[in-house]
């Protein structure tokens, strides 16, 4: 794993920002994997940046988000949809048409799980996947015990996962208790992974992501073993290491 050791958020931010920038000049057809929470946000807001002032155009790109919760529609601001779509595709000239993100009210949740590995697999694959991590060292949803060899599919939500994201809701009642999420071997498949990790809190994790062993006992010490994976991690993050 290559590590890219930046001050602060701001400068993860722009860090990561600045590597997706240049995959997209690079290749206009490339296909991005996206990530939510708190962590890729000041990602997307350099990238609106630039898009606002150097023009780079997103028109030829796929993106596949890791996650969504189960239960929330589209349009309900805490799912994921509403939050891509606020964060980063209403602010830039992405075809929303080949912006995907798992749907939270499938009809038959197995079915949909499998054909967006299938959409991946049949469009070629990420390119470039973002991740965040949860304190637990969950990527995308994939809790402590997930298999290695999970594709797509649904997963009930830890307490500690849920009270982590309950600041967006209301109540922690209102945070839904299931996720469809993007399986480890879905992500492990990605080309290339960026992994941002920032702030204190999440010392601990990279902490035991650099020292720990791979167990699916913490779901991101699979990244050791792809071969393009950079972490982004700040000062704070550092700290513990
Ligand atoms: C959620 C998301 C993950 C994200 C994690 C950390 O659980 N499903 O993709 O990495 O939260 O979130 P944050 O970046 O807000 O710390």
Known sequence: MNIIKVQDYAEMSRTAAEIVIGKVKGNPEVI?????????????DSMIEDHVQNHTSYEHVTSFNLDEYIGLKPNDPNSYHFYMNDS?????DINKGQTFVPN???DNSDEECRRYDERIDSLGGIDLQILGIGQNGHIGFNEPGTSFNSGTHVVTLEDSTRQANARYFDS???VPTQ???MGIS???????ILL??????????????FDGEITEEFPASILKKHNNVTIIADQKALSGV
């Open 32 to 44: 991005l994997g996206l990530a939510t929470g708190g962590t890729p946000k000041g990602m997307y």
């Open 88 to 92: 980063l595709f209403n602010h830039i």
């Open 196 to 209: 941002l990790i920032s702030g204190e809190e999440k010392a601990e994790t990279l902490k035991r992501l």
């Open 172 to 174: 922690i009642d209102e």
């Open 186 to 192: 879905t992500i492990m498949k990605s080309k290339e």
């Open 179 to 181: 996720a469809m999420t």
């Open 104 to 106: 939270g009210t499938p």
